[in-house]
C-alpha cells in the first residue's frame, strides 16, 4: 500500500530570485534522502508562492524497502574447531551479526552472515525526516528571528506535514506542524484545513492561491496577452521579469495602464527601464516596433477595483518619466564629448586613475585590436579613427544624470546621445555594445566596433585590477572579473578571432607600464583565468575531461582551443586512435627537452628517418592549406612506430644523435599545436 506525502513550508515572502533555488533544492534533497532511507514512489515534485515551499510526493510506500545483507566473516577454519563446534571467533562474529553461528553460511573457504533487515514503517521515520530535509536546504541567506537558534530564509509561521490523511508530529522553530495553512493575505486571510495531499492544489485555489507555479506562469502570460490585444498592441515578456513577477504574486491579475504620449519622444529604453526594471511592468510594443504608451502590470489579487491599483501604478510611473525627461532635458544641454571632461573626477579604480584616464587607454587598445579585423591597410586606417572616437567616448555617458539616475542605461544612452550629436552610428552602436554581455546568455557584440571596443574594455578592467593584486580567489569577485573574462572568451570564439591573449595582455601592460617582472606575472596569472573560464565553457559543451586538459595547455589563441578540443575527440574516436595516442606521446616523451633546430636529411642512415621527415613536411603542409589533418597524423603515426623499430636516437656520433632528437622536436612540437596528448587517458 501507499500513500501521498505533503510538506509546506509557510513563510514571510522569500525574495523572487530564491524562489525558483529553493524549490530545486528542495526536490533534489527530498529525492535523495528518500532514495537513501529506502523508500518507494510514483512522483515527486515542490510547487510554491512567494509565502509557502510546498512539497508533494505520490504513492509513498508506507514501509521502507526490506534489505539483506552479506557479510563475510573469518575463515571456515578459524570460526569452526574439527568437530564443527564455533569457536569463539566464529561466535563473536555471528553475534556481533545478531544471528545464531548455526545460521552462519560456509562458502569458499570463509564464512558468511546473511541479514534480513525489515523496513521500518514510513509514517513513523517521516517525523524525523521532514524536519531534517527543512534544516538540509541550502539558503544565499539565512536569518533568525525571535530568541531562536534556527536559520531559515525568511521566519516560518506555519507548516503543513500530511502522510494520507494523518499529520506527521513534530516541531521546528517553535512551530507545530498540522493539517492548516494560510491564504490569500488579503483576499482569503482566515486559515484553511487541507484534508489530505491529494486535496492541497484545489483547497488553495479556493482560498485564491494558485500553488504550482508552472501554472501560475501560464496564468500570467495569458493574461497579459490579453490585456495587450485589447490595448492593440503586443507585451514584451522578458524570461527574467516573467520569472520575478511569478514568484511576487500568488493569485495574479494582470491590468493595463497608460501613461503621456509626450514621454515615447524619449529614447525607448529611457521609458523601459524605468518601467520594467524599477516598476515590474510589462513594456506594450506596436505592430512596428515602436512603443505604445501603455503598460501591464501583475497584481497578487483579484479583479476588483483595477481602474484604482491601474491609477495609483499610473501616478508612480508618471514621477518616473517625469525624471527621466529631467535627466535627459539636462543632459541634453552639453553634447557627449563636452560630458567627458567630468570623468576626470571620478576613481576607475583605486592606484588605476580616474575613467578619463582609462578611456585613454581604451583608445590605445583598440587601434592595435583593429589592425586584426582589418582587410587591407586603407580599412583599417578608417575603422582605427572610429575605434578611437568609441573609446573615446566610451565612458562619458557615466556622468550623465540619466546614467547616474538609471545606472542600467549605462551604454544604451551614450549610444543615443552619440547619435544625437550626430556621431557615426558605427561609433554610436559599439558604445552600447562595449557592455555585452552584460549578464549570462546575452548577446554578445554584433559589430567590429563593439567587439573591439568591448575586448579591449574587459582587458583593461582585468589586467589593471590583477596589477593591484585583486585576483578573484573562492566566491569574492567584487569587480565581476569572471563574468566579464566569460564574456571575452565567448565572444572570440563566437568570432573565430585570430586575437591573441598574450597580445592583448601585452598590450595593456605597455600601458600600465608594468615593468618585466609584473608583465611576465601578469601573462600567466590571465592565461590562467582565463583558462578556468575555458575549462568551462568545454565542460557546458560536454568535453571529456582529459581533453580539456589536454587541449588547455595552450590558451593563447582562445577561439582555437574548443576547435583543437572537437578534433582531438574526433581523432579519438578513429580507428586505431590508442596507437595513434601511444606514438604522439612517445615523440614527446624522448624530444620534449630537445632544442629546436634544422634537420638535416644527409645525416639520414636509414629509410625510416626519411620516411617521418616525409609524413611531418606532409601534415605540416595539410594544415597550412586548411585541409583536414586527420589522415595525414595517422600516417605520421605509422611513420613514427616505424621509426623506433627500426632507429635508436641515442646514437654513438653525437651529429646523428642531435639529427634524430631535431627532427622528433620537430614532430612534437607540431602535435602541441593540437594538444599535449600525454594529457590523454587511454583504455
Not at 534544516?135 to 536559520?151: Q, V
Not at 565581476?480 to 565567448?490: I, K, Y
Amino acid at each position: 500500500m501507499s500513500k501521498d506525502l505533503l510538506l509546506e513550508i509557510g513563510t514571510e515572502e522569500v525574495p523572487a530570485h530564491v524562489m525558483p533555488h529553493l524549490l530545486d533544492d528542495l526536490k533534489r534533497l527530498a529525492s535523495n534522502m528518500l532514495a537513501e532511507r529506502r523508500f518507494a514512489y510514483e512522483n515527486l515534485r515542490t510547487i510554491g508562492t512567494p509565502r509557502r515551499t510546498a512539497l508533494l510526493v505520490t504513492g509513498l510506500a508506507e514501509r521502507q524497502e526490506d534489505v539483506r545483507t552479506e557479510t563475510r566473516g573469518p575463515s571456515v577454519a578459524i570460526a569452526f574447531d574439527a568437530e564443527g563446534n564455533p569457536t569463539k571467533a566464529g561466535a563473536g562474529f555471528a553475534r556481533g551479526q545478531g544471528i545464531e553461528p548455526s545460521a552462519l553460511i560456509q562458502r569458499d573457504g570463509y564464512v558468511y552472515a546473511s541479514v534480513h533487515e525489515k523496513g521500518a514503517e514510513t509514517a513513523q521515520l517521516l517525523t524525523e525526516l521532514l524536519p531534517e530535509l527543512i534544516r538540509a536546504i541550502p539558503l544565499p541567506n539565512s536569518m533568525r528571528w525571535g530568541d531562536l537558534d534556527f536559520r531559515f530564509i525568511r521566519p516560518i509561521r506555519w507548516i503543513v506535514a500530511l502522510y494520507g490523511t494523518e499529520v506527521v508530529p513534530f516541531t521546528l522553530a517553535n512551530v507545530t506542524s498540522g493539517n492548516t495553512s494560510r491564504g490569500h493575505r488579503t483576499l482569503a486571510p482566515q486559515d484553511f484545513v487541507i484534508a489530505s495531499p491529494a486535496d492541497y492544489e484545489a483547497a488553495c485555489e479556493k482560498a485564491y492561491i494558485i500553488v504550482d507555479q508552472e501554472r501560475r506562469r501560464a496564468m500570467i502570460t495569458e493574461q497579459i496577452a490579453a490585456v495587450a490585444k485589447e490595448c492593440s498592441g503586443t507585451a514584451e515578456i522578458t524570461p527574467d521579469l516573467l520569472e520575478e513577477v511569478l514568484y511576487l504574486v500568488e493569485y495574479p491579475t494582470a491590468l493595463s495602464g497608460s501613461f503621456e504620449e509626450k514621454y515615447l519622444a524619449l529614447p525607448a529604453e529611457a521609458v523601459i527601464t524605468p518601467m520594467r526594471d524599477h516598476q515590474r511592468y510589462f513594456p506594450v510594443k506596436a505592430e512596428d516596433g515602436s512603443l505604445l504608451p501603455v503598460f501591464i502590470t501583475v497584481r497578487n489579487g483579484g479583479k476588483e477595483y483595477l481602474d484604482v491599483v491601474a491609477h495609483g501604478n499610473e501616478r508612480v510611473l508618471r514621477a518616473r518619466l517625469a525624471d527621466a525627461q529631467f535627466f535627459f532635458d539636462e543632459d541634453r544641454k552639453k553634447s557627449l564629448a563636452e560630458h567627458r571632461e567630468k570623468l576626470k573626477t571620478v576613481v576607475f579604480q583605486q592606484g588605476l586613475g580616474s575613467m578619463y584616464e582609462k578611456t585613454e587607454r581604451l583608445m590605445g587598445l583598440v587601434t592595435a585590436i583593429v589592425e586584426d579585423l582589418a582587410d587591407d591597410d586603407a580599412a583599417y586606417e578608417m575603422m582605427a579613427v572610429d575605434a578611437q572616437r568609441a573609446a573615446e567616448l566610451s565612458k562619458a555617458d557615466l556622468v550623465t544624470g540619466m546614467v547616474t539616475e538609471f545606472t542600467e542605461l549605462q551604454g544604451i544612452m551614450g549610444r543615443e546621445y552619440a547619435l544625437l550629436d550626430g556621431e557615426k552610428l558605427a561609433v554610436a552602436c559599439a558604445i552600447d555594445e562595449q557592455y555585452m554581455p552584460r549578464f549570462a546568455g546575452d548577446e554578445l557584440p554584433k559589430s567590429d566596433l563593439g567587439f573591439a571596443l568591448s575586448v579591449a574594455d574587459k582587458i583593461d578592467n582585468i589586467v589593471g585590477t590583477f596589477s593591484r593584486g585583486k585576483i578573484p580567489t573562492g566566491s569574492q569577485d567584487p569587480f565581476a572579473l569572471r563574468r566579464q573574462a566569460l564574456g571575452l572568451v565567448l565572444m572570440l570564439i563566437e568570432r573565430k578571432s585570430g586575437l591573441l591573449l598574450g597580445d592583448l595582455v601585452e598590450e595593456a601592460c605597455d600601458l600600465y607600464e608594468l615593468n618585466d617582472v609584473a608583465r611576465d606575472k601578469m601573462q600567466t596569472d590571465v592565461a590562467d583565468f582565463i583558462r578556468l573560464r575555458l575549462k568551462n565553457v568545454l565542460t557546458e559543451r560536454g568535453v571529456r575531461y582529459d581533453v580539456q586538459e589536454a587541449v588547455l595547455t595552450d590558451v593563447d589563441c582562445v577561439a582555437d582551443v574548443p576547435v583543437r578540443a572537437a578534433y582531438v575527440e574526433r581523432l579519438l574516436a578513429s580507428d586505431r586512435a590508442e596507437a595513434l595516442v601511444q606514438a604522439f606521446v612517445r615523440v614527446g616523451n624522448i624530444a620534449r627537452a630537445a632544442e629546436i633546430g634544422t634537420v638535416d636529411a644527409a645525416l639520414f642512415t636509414a629509410q625510416e628517418e626519411g620516411a617521418l621527415l616525409a609524413a611531418y613536411e606532409n601534415v605540416v603542409a595539410v594544415r597550412a592549406e586548411a585541409e583536414d589533418p586527420l589522415a595525414a597524423e595517422h600516417t605520421l603515426a605509422k611513420a613514427i612506430d616505424a621509426f623506433f623499430d627500426a632507429v635508436m636516437v641515442m646514437d654513438k656520433d653525437e651529429r646523428i644523435k642531435k639529427n634524430r632528437l631535431t627532427l622528433l622536436k620537430a614532430v612534437d612540437n607540431y602535435l602541441l599545436w593540437t594538444a599535449d596528448y600525454s594529457k590523454i587517458v587511454l583504455n
